[in-house]
């Protein structure tokens, strides 16, 4: 029951309340100007000046911010890590396309989204929170396995950053 649960947080509530949270609580750092990268390590140190933090009680159980709140609050979670190197990456080159992957584990603490992107030569990498993992990962599979480690993987999507729509979902 607990993975049904799950399952229909990722593929629909979770991103129906970001957006409302985001329209409710956040509109006020639309304003805010993003920096402008020129390399990953570049983005990499961004992201390294934002401190994690757990999603507050407004939160409920999980919200993607605006890219703008994270940068002008300095802390979020790992949604905010992944959205605000989602929204760096484009500076570099329309190329990378990236994308938030988002894994629903047991125990649902060990959860995790990321931001994965394509490097100059095609191949995928990741932002996992402000730490920047390039390896030989060839579908986002590979990552969610990665981020997995030995939790029990629930299901896992993929979703377009600024839209948030859907890419692909997969269901254990």
Known sequence: M??????????????????????????????TTLPA????????????????????????????????????KKKDDCDGFAILAANLLPGLGSNTDPVLITAILRPVRRSHTVCGFR?????LSFFDNSLLRQGDFKEFGDIVALIKGDA?????????????????????
Not at 119 to 123: E, K, L, M, T, W
Not at 154 to 169: G, M
């Open 2 to 31: 607990i993975d049904l649960l799950l399952r229909w947080w990722l593929r629909s509530g979770r991103y129906t309340w970001s957006r409302l949270r985001r329209w409710l609580f956040e509109r006020r750092y639309r304003k």
């Open 37 to 72: 990268a020129n390399s990953l390590e570049e983005i990499a140190g961004y992201l390294g000046q934002v401190t994690w933090t757990m999603d507050g009680p407004f939160h409920l159980y999980d919200a993607i911010s605006y890219p703008e709140t994270v940068w002008a």
């Open 119 to 123: 490097n100059a030569d095609g191949a």
């Open 152 to 172: 029990r993987l629930v299901c896992w999507d993929v979703r377009n950053p600024v839209t948030f729509d859907l890419v692909k979902f997969h269901r254990m």
